[in-house]
């Protein structure tokens, strides 16, 4: 049985109904989070739907979805010692749908931004009823989370099926431009460490 079979009934009809709905104006967005975790492969119970969609877009994904769907929170800029972003949430199917846009990752080290032009370019692309969904790749999500704290089985898994799948060290490095380099160096020390890749420091 495959990983989609598997997905509970109400999470794919949301997963269809966000990708035609933001299909039918053109707009561009990739799934992350546990569920873009669970899709790539991961052994985890995703609970609900976070997408990330280009800035200048997502006050006309708040517009769309908030006329079709139960609004928990429009879209806003938004801020706390962890996120930065544009972002809202609503709910589909009894599934909590967070909307995202221009999200950084904030840690006393620095910054990570998540690029959307990048992450959409190098995205997995899966089909589920013939529709097509955007997964973030796993570089990336390993790299974020590794900067978010309380996720260490999350990287490990990450770092689990990275071995069976292989990294791709052109995403890897696109992720790593967008980090702190305190960052990138635990990152590659990380793969160097699971025989991933051989470690090269980013600075002296």
Same mark, same amino acid.
């Given at each position: 049985m495959s990983l989609l079979e598997? %997905?509970? !009934?109400?999470? =794919?009809?949301t997963l269809l109904e966000i990708a035609n709905t933001l299909s039918?104006?053109?707009?561009?967005?990739?799934?992350?989070?546990?569920?873009?975790?669970?899709?790539?492969?991961?052994?985890?119970?995703?609970?609900?739907?976070?997408? %990330?969609? !280009?800035?200048? =877009?997502v006050y006309e994904v708040d517009e769309l979805l908030s006329s079709r769907f139960t609004v928990i929170r429009r879209v806003k800029e938004s801020s706390d010692k962890l996120y930065s972003s544009h972002y809202g949430i609503f709910e589909i199917h009894n599934v909590k749908v967070?909307?995202?846009?221009?999200?950084k990752i904030q840690r006393e080290c620095g910054v990570l931004k998540l690029n959307f032009n990048e992450i959409y370019s190098y995205s997995k692309k899966i089909k589920i009823n013939g529709t097509c969904i955007r997964l973030i790749p796993l570089e990336w999500q390993l790299v974020a989370n590794i900067m978010i704290p309380d996720k260490e089985r999350r990287v490990k898994a990450i770092l689990a099926l990275l071995k069976v799948k292989g990294i791709e060290k052109r995403i890897l490095n696109s992720a790593l431009h967008h980090a702190p380099d305190s960052v990138k160096n635990m990152v590659l020390k990380i793969l160097g460490n699971s025989?991933?890749?051989?470690?090269?420091?980013?600075?002296p």
């Open positions: 598997h %997905l509970p !009934e109400n999470m =794919r009809r039918s104006g053109q707009i561009r967005w990739v799934l992350v989070g546990s569920t873009a975790s669970y899709l790539h492969g991961l052994d985890i119970v995703p609970k609900d739907i976070d997408i %990330l969609v !280009e800035l200048k =877009r967070e909307v995202m846009a221009d999200l025989n991933l890749m051989k470690v090269e420091s980013s600075t």
